[in-house]
Nanobody
Framework: QVQLAESGGGLVQAGGSLRLSCAASGGSISDYRMGWFRQAPGKEREFVAAISYYGGRTNYADSVKGRFTVSRDNAKNTVFLQMASLKPEDTAVYYC???????????????WGRGTQVTVSS
């Protein structure tokens, strides 16, 4: 069973950038499709991005396309979410997740981290 731990969140001004990391333990992330989700206060958790086992396929929510980039380093057992041109509406707790099925369009994930807070000030 893989355990996931996010880091890299913080407070940033609108227009700024942040890079989130998700470190895995207890298993190799090369066996998993990895995803990022976020949940803002009072809202449901929403999909942000996903990446296939070796990074050949990615999928993004329309709201982040062109601004966010998901990547992975299987040798370091870590997944990243590079966020640029941040907006106040990107404020949320960001979670990484893992699933062994390959479809990057699927929203089904088995393992979840505890999240990291991202706050974008206007």
């Amino acid at each position: 069973q893989v355990q996931l731990a996010e880091s890299g969140g913080g407070l940033v001004q609108a227009g700024g950038s942040l890079r989130l990391s998700c470190a895995a333990s207890g298993g190799s992330i090369s066996d998993y499709r990895m995803g990022w989700f976020r949940q803002a206060p009072g809202k449901e958790r929403e999909f942000v991005a996903a990446i296939s086992y070796y990074g050949g396929r990615t999928n993004y929510a329309d709201s982040v396309k062109g601004r966010f980039t998901v990547s992975r380093d299987n040798a370091k057992n870590t997944v990243f979410l590079q966020m640029a041109s941040l907006k106040p509406e990107d404020t949320a707790v960001y979670y990484c997740a893992a699933n062994q099925l390959p479809d990057v369009t699927s929203r089904q994930y088995t393992y979840w981290g505890r999240g990291t807070q991202v706050t974008v000030s206007s």
